[in-house]
């Protein structure tokens, strides 16, 4: 269950970024459904360019934050720690 005090960083940009767009969808959606005479579709439409967005805002996050996973890779079965056997073994 999610904390609402203390939310993770991921978790405030996927609210922000839910919020967000379909704040702007749903106002595109009244926009073209005056245009076009047509309520329904225009929410329709709304909606769906409104879940783009989200998912727009959301992003990835922090890839830039993460290095490169097997930096340790070959320390470990240098020195036979990875097997519990010395290399001379």
């Known amino acids: 269950m999610a904390d ?3 939310p993770s960083p991921e978790e405030m940009r996927a609210r922000t970024g839910l919020g967000i767009g379909l ?4 106002a595109i959606g009244v926009s073209m459904g005056v245009a076009l005479q047509n309520w329904a579709l225009g929410l ?3 909606v769906s360019i409104g879940i783009a ?3 727009a805002f959301r992003g990835s996050g922090g890839s830039a934050e ?3 996973e097997d930096d340790d890779a070959g ?3 240098a020195d036979g720690a990875q097997d519990g056997r010395d290399p001379s073994a």
């Open 4 to 6: 609402d005090r203390n």
């Open 23 to 26: 704040a702007l969808g749903v």
């Open 44 to 46: 329709v439409f709304g």
């Open 53 to 55: 967005l989200s998912v």
């Open 66 to 68: 993460k290095g490169p």
């Open 75 to 77: 320390s470990d079965t």
